[in-house]
């Protein structure tokens, strides 16, 4: 067989197991999949800068309040717990909250009584520590426990812990659910390959008597599956793109800030970029095997 003849039937084997796996059926299942696996690594991936956001925001935060119905004995216990605050070497930095400000976050639910003299609003002291060991946190609460009764010393990581956990669990949550979608790609990828081999069985064992080895045979399998997971791929990625932007866009709106941690870096950017291509690889590799091992059973 010349060299020329040899291109021309290679281009004749191509074009025999050309249909395998269903072309259109094959890069719409890849483009669903691969959408659904890049909105969930988004999510995660969201959820984990929140996570890590709200660990920075909760190191070493403390908040003082005053509690004291008589306007003039809280002023004056506010002004000797801040003395002490601002006497410690733990406490990095302790700022008063003006009543202005507590008057307007009350506001909503109070209207304009909430900037009533008479309204028992107690003083509030915002306490960044230099450390955020339970020691030091300790040694500020007796302080300011022992300057006025009145004081209660909140750490910000008590009571928003709960929703750091929460979000470390969600990221992991979307990190299992990604696994388990690579899988079911890979197994559709495999079902689908050995579809191919079965429907095209008699072409296959012709092409063998030709001389064409098994992994010859395999690669033909893998241009194919190739092709349509790059189709499916670029569909899902744009489909996934769009629904990204218009989440980003509707959570940029809300202008939370819990929610505006849910944001996507350079290297989550790049981590999503780099999961299509991931893809195509999976389903090329995940071909390769099928065809190879099924045709070790078939010949």
Known sequence: MTRGSKRKGGGAEARALDDVGGAHVMSWVIAIMLF????TAAAGLATAQAAGALDRQMAGRLTVQIVEGEAQRRDAAATRVLAVLRGQSDVARATPVPQADLARMLQPWLGNDAAAAELPVPALIDVDLDSDGGDAVRRVTAAVTQA???ARVDSHATWLGPVGRLLDTAAWLAGGIILLMLGA??????????????????TIEVIHMLGATDRQ???????????????????????????????????????????????????????????????????????????????????
């Not at 790609?185 to 008699?202: F, I, K, S």
């Not at 395999?218 to 569909?235: N, S, T």
């Not at 291509?277 to 045709?295: D, I, K, N």
């Open 36 to 39: 659904l696996t890049l909105l």
């Open 148 to 150: 006025s009764a009145a």
């Open 185 to 202: 790609t890979a197994a559709v990828v495999m079902l689908a390959a050995r579809a191919g081999l079965e429907a095209h069985r008699g």
């Open 217 to 299: 045979v395999a690669r033909l399998f893998q241009r194919r599956i190739a092709l349509d997971a790059g189709i499916g791929a670029g569909v899902g990625s744009v489909m996934a793109a769009v629904a990204i932007w218009i989440v980003a866009r509707q959570v940029g709106a809300l202008e939370s800030q819990l929610l505006g941690g849910l944001t996507l870096g350079a290297r989550d950017l790049a981590m999503l970029v780099a999961l299509p291509l991931g893809f195509v690889a999976l389903a090329v590799l995940a071909a390769r095997l099928a065809v190879l091992a099924q045709m070790r059973r078939m010949l």
